[in-house]
């Protein structure tokens, strides 16, 4: 029989996964939409919307005929990044149990990354602010010219950095995206049902493992 590789890594996904964002998110989206004139969305409306980078956000909170106009959504982006570099701490947090899973990471000595579809300079800063306890050997967020996820580019340069191969990371996220980049890296797939999607969706993106609450990661080390 097989035996399980040893886990010597754990790259996690930012949004969803070791912060709740969705409010901040939300509301920058919404005054940005206002900015125009367009309709709003409720804040479960935008469990869907993120993910997949912040261009996407905001093109699919756009309505149609907006979000097929390049010259709107070009305007519409940028007032969003614009709202949400004034915002995005203002009730953005730690999920429960994130600074306890962290922590024990690090009394372990395991090598922790961060790998977001949010721009890169928004990924670092939130990192830096409201995870500073912590050291994660690597941050990237989106940044040219890697593609995005669930492309595993970002996941197997970071690989490559820690000096670590893939079959040792587990790779936690909460959403279809991180299950497909974990799978296509080579890594171990672990969907975490507290942020923004379903069991349903994880499990059919491919994640090995739900867990429910930050500190059951730790029982698959």
Not at 165 to 192: I, K, S
């Amino acid at each position: 029989m097989a035996t399980s590789p040893e886990f010597r890594a754990v790259l996690f996904d930012l949004d969803g996964t070791l912060l709740d964002t969705i409010e901040d998110l939300a509301d920058s989206t919404n005054a940005a939409l206002g900015v125009f004139g367009f309709p709003v969305h409720p804040i479960e409306s935008y469990k869907y919307f993120v993910g997949e980078g912040m261009l996407n956000l905001v093109k699919k909170a756009l309505p149609e005929h907006a979000r097929n106009d390049p010259v709107t959504l070009d305007r519409a982006f940028a007032t969003m990044k614009q709202c949400y570099a004034g915002s995005w701490a203002k009730k953005t947090r730690p999920y429960p149990g994130v600074p306890e899973l962290l922590d024990a990471l690090c009394e372990r000595a395991i090598p922790m990354a961060v790998l977001s579809n949010k721009p890169h300079e928004f990924t670092v800063q939130m990192v830096e602010a409201l995870l500073p306890r912590w050291r994660f050997a690597v941050v990237y967020g989106e940044r040219a010219p890697v593609p995005r996820k669930p492309h595993p580019g970002g996941a197997l340069e970071i690989a490559s950095l820690l000096r670590i191969e893939p079959h040792h990371f587990l790779y936690a996220g909460d959403t279809g995206t991180d299950m497909l980049t974990a799978n296509a890296a080579g890594m171990y797939a672990v969907g975490v049902l507290w942020g923004f999607r379903p069991a349903e969706e994880l499990t059919g993106a491919g994640a090995k493992k739900l867990i429910k609450y930050p500190t059951e990661l730790l029982g698959l080390l």
